[in-house]
């Protein structure tokens, strides 16, 4: 396996284009077209929160059939925005649809922005045309940048990788710096390959695949209303399904995700620490997971891993509260390489190597449960001034 430099224009067969539409804001890309004219096969996980934005429901009704393309906007997230959102969705697809001469079902959405706000249904339909005369292989460069709203760069990724077949390929861009506590992915991903594999095995090792490193992400411990994360590969008369190939085209679909799941972390809202939270010695994998999230979303952990503070009863807390199964007498806690609690005994540290391990960008805390074999890790960021700010002002 290895990284390539192209991004998303590394997969053959897809072409991209992204405009400025002036959905909210002025001079700055937010409307853009992922398109194929092969049908695709395609996967999506998508937000478990109750209020679900009204693409994500249009996803979830056309996920089945044969995909062409992906249309999506920033600055709106078309959430809350009842029938009439929806019907926004559906009417904006159907042009892409028409002009691109294909079904009106093969066309997915998917939106981030502000929360009940009705989409500029015409602004965008009149701005339909000049997106599709746009599309291209080069202009994939646009898309990840298309897609931000508080992120700070554009995120993207490719790489191959060789099966019994030849060399494969598949690339990736994700946005999202705040909002995120994924129960499924994060809040927008979009998965390119051209690896030959049918809907079957493509649903089930993007669904594992998503579990073990976007579902394992935190950021401020909201799960949006727009969560959503589609992979799109070219429908073929011949899939690979021997068990080697599919295992090398799962290690390297975790390898993206799991680069573009700490983009995502490294640029969080006001983060200045990225943490990798490692709980080992769990009864079972659900405590393992459990303990894992309860920890990395813990407002009191994040703010002492933001002022360098070794607060680690705060992480023990944390475990505690979390429903994991914990007997306190084999808790063991260590930043890096510096143990603080060994088997429910507190340890004295140097509190100069303590403060040289949170001064760093990125380290990571291990909590030993000391109960069973079972683990599980999250990569958590701090809450810093610049969160409260940012968030603070985000719809004025």
């Not at 009204?54 to 600055?75: E, Q, S, W, Y």
């Not at 646009?142 to 760069?153: G, K, N, Y």
């Not at 090398?248 to 943490?275: P, Q, R, Y």
Request: hydrophobic share 40%; proline share 3%.
């Amino acid at each position: 396996m290895k990284e390539l430099t192209g991004g998303l224009k590394e997969v053959n067969g897809f072409l991209f284009s992204a405009i400025e539409c002036a959905i909210k804001y002025n001079q700055r890309l937010d409307f853009a077209l992922i398109f194929s004219k092969k049908p695709c096969n395609a996967s999506g996980l998508f937000t478990t929160n109750s209020i679900t934005a009204a693409p994500v429901v249009l996803c979830k009704d056309r996920i089945n059939n044969p995909v062409h393309g992906i249309l999506i906007n920033a600055t709106n997230a078309n959430a809350c925005t009842g029938e009439e959102g929806y019907k926004n969705a559906m009417r904006l697809t159907a042009e892409v649809a028409n002009l691109m001469d294909v079904d009106p079902s093969s066309i997915l959405m998917a939106s981030t922005g502000v929360i009940g706000v009705q989409l500029p249904f015409e602004k965008m339909k009149k701005s339909i045309p000049f997106l599709i005369d746009r599309l291209s292989k080069e202009n994939s460069r646009l898309v990840p940048e298309a897609i931000m709203t508080t992120d700070t760069f554009p995120k993207e990724l490719a790489v191959s990788f060789q099966s019994s077949k030849g060399e494969y390929t598949i690339a990736g861009t994700a946005k999202g710096s705040g909002m995120i506590a994924p129960n499924m992915a994060t809040l927008l991903a979009f998965i390119l390959t051209d690896f030959p594999i049918d809907k079957k095995h493509l649903n089930q090792i993007f669904a594992k695949s998503i579990n073990e490193t976007m579902n394992s992400i935190t950021i401020d411990g909201d799960t949006s209303t727009n969560d959503t994360t589609i992979i799109l590969s070219p429908i073929t008369e011949e899939y690979l399904t021997d068990k080697n190939d599919l295992l090398k085209f799962e290690e390297a679909l975790i390898h993206l995700l799991k680069k573009l799941s700490k983009m995502l972390v490294m640029d969080g809202e006001g983060a200045t620490k990225a943490v990798q939270i490692k709980v080992e010695g769990a009864k079972d994998k659900k405590d393992a997971q459990m303990a894992a999230k309860a920890i990395s979303e813990s407002l009191l952990v994040k703010t002492a891993i933001f002022g360098r503070d070794p607060n680690w009863g705060r992480i023990a807390c944390a475990a505690g509260y979390s429903g994991a199964y914990i007997e306190e007498s084999n808790l063991s806690i260590i930043f890096d390489d510096i143990i603080m609690l060994l088997k429910g005994k507190p340890i004295i540290y140097d509190k100069k190597k303590i403060d040289e391990v949170m001064s760093k960008r990125e380290y990571s805390i291990t909590v030993d449960l000391g109960v069973g074999n079972a683990s599980a890790s999250y990569l958590t960021t701090d809450i810093s001034y610049d969160y409260v700010k940012i968030n603070a002002e985000y719809t004025t």
